[in-house]
Structure formats: structure tokens, C-alpha cells
């Protein structure tokens, strides 16, 4: 069944329940967003969460319209491969849980920049936090803006990529009005939100799925290994990955990149200091991984579901990475009942728009807040600059970053995009994940170590994927007309990774051993408040 074949019916309920989940969501952030002019207000919403709700919050911004579309996808038409990345984001939270939660939560205070300076302040490592915290979401952004705009057209009925790009802007002006009103608060609840519908949505689904295999686990196999056309190689590695020697270590390099990609990028880490404490901010992560975990089970069973019931060839005609088997599935599997059936499409696209809509606002604020907090304010000031000023440079930042992702968002609509997705990660897990490990760590630590993993790990993950066959080379390529493929890498993270190690330890080595014992002091002398915790002012 094609997703683009919606009946008037469906389009009006869909139309209608939109506009009402974006004029619900901006009443939203008017009503939470900050009374007055404090920092602490706008930035951690002054920790006012109780863990079960910021829980809620962080399940919701970690999950991404990549992790519901692209996961799901890769699920439905390379079966196992897809399954272990969906494992791996699920295995990323639980990184974050038990290894960087509390101690980013105790070093830092706003943003990323204040847990790699919790040692001693320096300008130059606000800088290239600054930049590394863009460079890591700007192209998520730009997937999920292009992502949103082909879902309303594709939903709604329309067509032509004159409505995609009015769309495209139109839902982007919208994400920059909730990152600049709502603030963290704001932002929360729309997570909080999303979370409850995508998870209510996705249960429906997978329930359906399995009503539809007689509640047979290896029947829903069996049938997805036949609808799959490659047999029983669908549940074994391969169809994402060639199963060559370096096609193995690919895919499980992949894996890595995604365990410690998406566990560090900043608008996920910024809700670390949402808590009031360490114990607080432990049990929001329990839940917060509980959801995963149950998610990633859910998903895993829809994407399978897509395939068993639909076959390949359905869901490559729906796009070549399968980005809407979820939305093909919801429509397909209550056919016989046209009323059923447009409800179940409905609650799903409905699902999908939000979380689109509310994962772009946490990127939009996070940006905003780094170059409000980080670059201005620490930087470019002299001084402390007024709270009110710093408060009204946030705002303004959320409206400078959000205007070039819509830009690039419409310059880029027609191409395959799944390359942004995977440059996001690289860039995480080869730049933020090892300044992170090695500034809460490792007491040696040197600045001059932290800008040069910060910057070399940032670099080295845009070039690796830059001329690797996520760009170009292959169909499914950014460019699949071009040919520039160096590294015949799905993702940068096989070299990357380790460079962004080593670049840490190396140059820390380099500084000398002045600058070491100097790192190690300090490091001393934040001890207690990094494992311990510190009263908040």
C-alpha cells in the first residue's frame, strides 16, 4: 500500500489533528516559558522536575525522528543489521546512565562548555564547545526539518517540492518559536508529550503486528525472512552490510559510533542538569533507559511487522532506506476497516509529526544556549554580562541557528539523508565522547589535549564521512550519481573514534609536564563537587 495513496477522510482527520498539536504546543511554551528574567529559569527550568517526569523528558529528547523513521526502516529491510544499531541506541542511554550522568551533572551547569571547564575557565575550550555542539546537531536538525516537511505533504495529500519547502519553513519557524519561548521548561513538557503518544502509538502498532502473526514470535521471523527475498540471511547479518572482513568491522564500528554518539550529543547531555542532585538525576535515567529498552522492543517488532506483511519491494518503493515503512504499515495492516484503518494512520503520522516537531526545538535550544552561555556570554564579553541581556541572547540565537537549518533543510529535501544522521553520531562519539571521558576522568587531563580531541575528533569524523559510501558510491548515497568514496566505511567511526582518543592522550603528553601537573591540581581541586556533588547558587 502506498503511503502517499490517503483517502479525504484521512487528510481532514490528520489536517485537523496537526493544527490543533501546534497550536496545543505553542500554548504550551507560552504558558511554561520563563517569567522573569533568570538563567536558571530558562536554561534547567530551575531543576523543578521530579525524576519520573525528567525521566519522561530525556527518554523523550533522546528519542529522535532518526531512531523512530531511519531505525525502523534499516529494521524492515536489513532485518538483523538493523536490529543490532537499534540495540546499540538503547545500549547508548545506558552508557550515558551509569558512566557520564552524574558526573556531568555535578561539573556542569548549562551546557556542554560548563562540565569541559569545571576544572578552570578557558576561552578557547568555550569556543571549540561552541562549535563542536553545532557542528554535531546542525546536520540532525537539517534531517529532521526535511523529514517533517515530507511527512505533513506526504500525510496531507499534497505534492511538489514548492509545498515541501513552504512546509519545511513554516514547521521551522514554528521549532524556533518553542526553543526561544518555552526555554528548558517549555521544552520538557512537548518531550513529555511526544514521548506519551509515540510510545502509546508505537504499542498499538506492534500489538497489531503480532495480533496479525497469531502472537507467534518465529512465524513474525519466518514471515519477514519471506517477505524480506533474501530467505534466512534476513535474520543474520548482511543485507545492511556486506558480510565481508571489513564489512564485519563496519558494521560493529557502526555499532560503537552509535553507543557513544548518541549518548553525548549535547541536547541529550544538557538535560543532565535538569536535576537538583545526583540521586535524582540516577533515577531519571532509570527510567529514561527503561523506556528505551521497552522502545527498542517495540520498534524492532514494527520494523520486522513491515516487512512480514508488506514484503521489500512495498517498502523500497516507499523510499530507497525505507524511512516510511512505519507510516506504510500503519496504513496497510487494518485495510479491510476503512475507519480503523484511518485511525490507526492518523495516531501514527500524528506520532511521528510531534516527535519531528519536538526533537528539532531540543537541537534549536541546545545550539542557542551554547552560543548564548558559551560563546557570548564566556567569550565574546567582558565581564559577566547582565542575565537579561544573556537571556535575550538565547532567544535570539535560537532564530540563528534555526534560519541556515531550515535553508539547508530546503536545499537538501529531494537527497537521500541519512548521511546527516550518521555524521551527527561520528561526530559525538569522536569529539564530545573522549573531551567528556577524559575531562571527568582522567586527572592529567590538559586543555590543550581537550581543543585538540575536540577539533581533531570533530575534523577527522567530516572527512572520513565525507568520502565514505554514505556520500557517495552507492544508491543510497547523499550523492549515488558521484563516485568519491575513499574509505569504503558506512560510518567514520571505525577511524574516527580511536583518532579522537588518541588525539586527547597525545597532545596531553605534548603539553608537557607542567601542564599536566597543572591539569592534575586542578583536577584536585573540583574533585568533591565532581563525584560528590555541589550545592547549586
Given amino acids: 500500500m502506498n503511503p502517499g495513496s490517503v483517502d479525504a477522510s484521512s487528510q481532514s482527520l490528520s489536517f485537523a489533528i496537526f493544527a490543533a498539536l501546534v497550536s496545543v504546543t505553542l500554548l504550551l511554551c507560552i504558558m511554561t516559558s520563563a517569567e522573569r528574567d533568570d538563567l536558571d529559569e530558562f536554561y534547567t527550568g530551575f531543576r523543578t522536575l521530579a525524576p519520573l ?28 543489521d538493523g536490529l543490532l544499531l537499534a540495540l546499540s541506541t538503547a545500549l547508548s542511554l545506558l552508557l550515558l546512565m551509569v558512566l557520564l550522568a552524574e558526573p556531568l551533572r555535578n561539573a556542569g551547569r548549562f551546557t556542554m562548555g560548563d562540565a569541559l571547564t569545571h576544572r578552570g575557565s578557558s576561552r578557547l575550550v568555550r569556543l571549540a564547545a561552541t562549535a563542536v555542539t553545532l557542528a554535531s546537531l546542525l546536520p540532525l536538525m537539517v534531517f529532521q526539518l526535511s523529514g ?25 519557524g514554528l521549532m524556533i518559536g518553542y526553543a526561544a519561548i518555552g526555554g528548558m521548561k517549555g521544552t520538557a513538557l512537548i518531550h513529555i508529550i511526544k514521548l506519551v503518544v509515540l510510545f502509546g502509538a508505537s504499542l498499538m502498532l506492534a500489538l497489531l503486528v503480532m495480533d496479525k502473526v497469531g502472537w507467534d514470535p518465529s512465524r513474525l521471523v519466518t514471515l519477514a525472512d519471506t517477505g524480506s527475498g533474501g530467505g534466512s540471511v534476513y535474520a543474520r547479518s548482511g543485507l545492511l552490510i556486506e558480510p565481508t572482513t571489513i564489512g564485519k568491522a563496519d558494521l560493529v564500528a557502526s555499532s560503537l559510533t552509535v553507543v557513544f554518539g548518541a549518548a553525548c550529543l549535547p541536547h541529550v547531555t544538557m538535560r543532565m542538569y535538569t536535576a537538583r542532585n545526583a540521586p535524582e538525576i540516577r533515577r531519571a535515567m532509570s527510567y529514561a533507559v527503561m523506556i528505551m529498552a521497552v522502545f527498542a522492543a517495540l520498534i524492532a517488532v514494527i520494523g520486522a511487522g513491515a516487512t512480514a506483511l508488506l514484503g521489500r519491494e ?59 552561555h558559551d560563546l557570548y556570554a564566556h567569550v565574546l564579553s567582558r565581564g559577566e554580562p547582565p542575565q537579561r541581556r544573556e537571556l535575550l541572547i538565547a532567544r535570539l540565537a535560537a532564530f540563528a541557528v534555526g534560519a541556515p537549518a531550515i535553508a539547508l533543510a530546503v536545499l537538501v529535501q529531494n537527497h537521500g539523508l541519512r548521511a546527516l544522521i550518521i555524521l551527527s553520531f561520528s561526530i559525538a562519539g569522536s569529539a564530545i565522547a573522549p573531551a567528556l571521558v577524559y575531562s571527568l576522568f582522567w586527572r592529567r587531563f590538559t586543555r590543550t589535549g581537550l581543543v585538540a580531541t575536540l577539533i581533531g575528533g570533530t575534523a577527522t569524523a567530516i572527512v572520513v564521512t565525507a568520502f565514505s559510501t554514505t556520500v557517495s558510491g552507492t544508491s543510497q548515497s547523499l550523492f549515488p550519481e558521484k563516485n568519491f568514496d575513499i574509505f569504503p566505511l558506512t560510518t567514520s567511526g571505525m577511524i574516527s573514534v580511536p583518532v579522537g582518543f588518541f588525539l586527547g592522550w597525545a597532545f596531553t603528553f605534548l603539553s608537557g609536564r607542567r601542564a599536566r601537573e597543572r591539569g592534575r591540581r586542578e583536577y584536585l581541586a573540583a574533585e568533591a563537587r565532581l563525584l560528590a556533588g555541589a550545592r547549586r547558587r
Fill in 148 to 172: 517533517a516537511g515530507h511527512l505533513v505533504t506526504l500525510v496531507l495529500g499534497f505534492e511538489g517540492s514548492s509545498v515541501r519547502t513552504a512546509t519545511i519553513i513554516a514547521l521551522g
Fill in 53 to 80: 517526569r525528567n525521566g519522561l523528558a530525556i527518554a523523550g529528547d533522546y528519542i529522535s525522528a532518526a531512531t523512530v523513521l531511519s531505525t525502523i526502516g534499516i529494521i524492515a529491510l536489513a532485518g538483523f
Fill in 314 to 372: 512495498v517498502l523500497a518503493a516507499g523510499g530507497p532506506q525505507g524511512s516510511t515503512a512505519i507510516l506504510q504499515l500503519a496504513r496497510a495492516i487494518l485495510a479491510d476497516s476503512a475507519a480503523l484503518s484511518t485511525f490507526v494512520f492518523t495516531t501514527v503520522s500524528t506520532a511521528v509529526f510531534l516527535t519531528l516537531l519536538s526533537s528539532v526545538a531540543g537541537m534549536i535550544l541546545a545550539c542557542g544556549n551554547s552560543l548564548a
